[in-house]
């Protein structure tokens, strides 16, 4: 009996940390909605916190292998999704404008879906007129080579990389387009 009260202490002290992360809440909450939404966070690094550039390597629903390594000199946006993702649906508009704005510029966009097959990838490009290529990262390569950034289960992510392939910024959740845009402006003034 004596044993109870300490179990039950640590249960509440444990559920109470537990609830006050709002991606632990929405796992728990198990409503079957096959995401959890990241809450539109917005992380800059400064130049001097960055660390190392980002290793990732993986195929493109093309079948066209890239690497990071071929990305120094040019700031790079990585937005991680999938078909039936909701937020992802809402954000793709804004993208393909970001994309178009900034493609001039030496920016590059990928896409990385973490679930979908090739036609469910591709029937969502068509449909949102996705302009640039996605990784077919449904074995997860590409998404564990970026687990210090991307919270595996919370879709949509968009990491923007530095010129050097660093992490320099990233929206954990919907992407705002304004915010977005800012966030490329700044690594392309570095």
């Not at 390569?141 to 879709?155: E, K, N, R, W």
Request: proline share 6%; aromatic share 8%.
């Amino acid at each position: 009996m004596r044993l109870v009260a300490p179990a039950v202490a640590a249960a509440v002290v444990l559920s109470g940390c537990a609830a006050q992360d709002p991606l632990a809440q929405q796992a728990a909450e198990g409503n079957n909605k096959n995401y959890i939404a990241g809450d539109g966070s917005v992380t800059e690094y400064a130049a001097g916190d960055r660390g190392e550039p980002v290793e990732i390597e993986g195929s493109l629903y093309e079948g066209q292998t890239v690497s990071s390594a071929e990305w120094p000199g040019q700031v790079t946006v990585l937005n991680f999704w999938y078909a039936a993702c909701a937020p992802c649906r809402e954000e793709a508009p804004d993208l393909v404008a970001l994309h178009d704005e900034f493609r001039p510029q030496g920016v590059q966009f990928y896409g990385v879906n973490i679930r979908d097959g090739k036609e469910n990838a591709e029937a969502f490009e068509r449909n949102f007129e996705i302009p640039y290529p996605s990784f077919n990262d449904s074995d997860g390569g590409v998404l564990l080579s970026m687990t210090s950034y991307v919270p595996p289960q919370a879709v949509p992510t968009t990491i923007v990389l530095d010129k050097e392939g660093r992490v320099s910024a990233r929206i954990l959740g919907l992407a705002d387009k304004g915010t977005l845009s800012a966030l490329i402006d700044s690594a392309l003034a570095e």
